[in-house]
């Protein structure tokens, strides 16, 4: 079992930034994959970025590739979502995913392939 919880979400205007944490607690040697997804009002979830435990490989949806930046600690067992030049649009509850095993390129954005997952973490951004 893995409990993840987020934080660092809130309120910032558009063009500012945020960094979000996803602390993984429980059976974490066995985790593998990462991934961030949102959830905006009336919308459904989707894939935000993604990243492995061991290598450090990263993979982002098109929306904030060049903007976001997900990166993790092993040594504290927390993976990061630097926000950037962050847009009204990118308002969403934020969710943190682990996944045991690996993913391919074509499922990680994919929500069932994971098993575990966080509360969210609000981000609003005013324009």
């Known amino acids: 079992q893995v409990q993840l919880v987020e934080s660092g979400g809130g309120l910032v205007q558009a063009g500012g930034s945020l960094r979000l944490s996803c602390a993984a607690s429980g059976r974490t040697a066995s985790t593998y994959f990462m991934g961030w997804f949102r959830q905006a009002p009336g919308k459904e979830r989707e894939f935000v970025a993604a990243?492995?435990?061991?290598?450090?490989?990263?993979y982002y949806a098109d929306s904030v590739k060049g903007r976001f930046i997900i990166s993790r600690d092993n040594a504290k067992n927390t993976v990061y979502l630097q926000m950037n030049s962050l847009k009204p649009e990118d308002t969403a509850v934020y969710y943190c995913?682990?996944?045991?095993?690996?993913?391919?390129?074509?499922?990680?954005?994919?929500?069932?392939?994971?098993?575990?997952w966080g509360q969210g973490t609000q981000v609003t951004v005013s324009s």
């Open positions: 995913a682990a996944e045991p095993s690996d993913l391919t390129a074509h499922v990680m954005g994919v929500m069932r392939e994971y098993d575990y």
């Open positions: 990243i492995r435990w061991s290598g450090g490989s990263t």
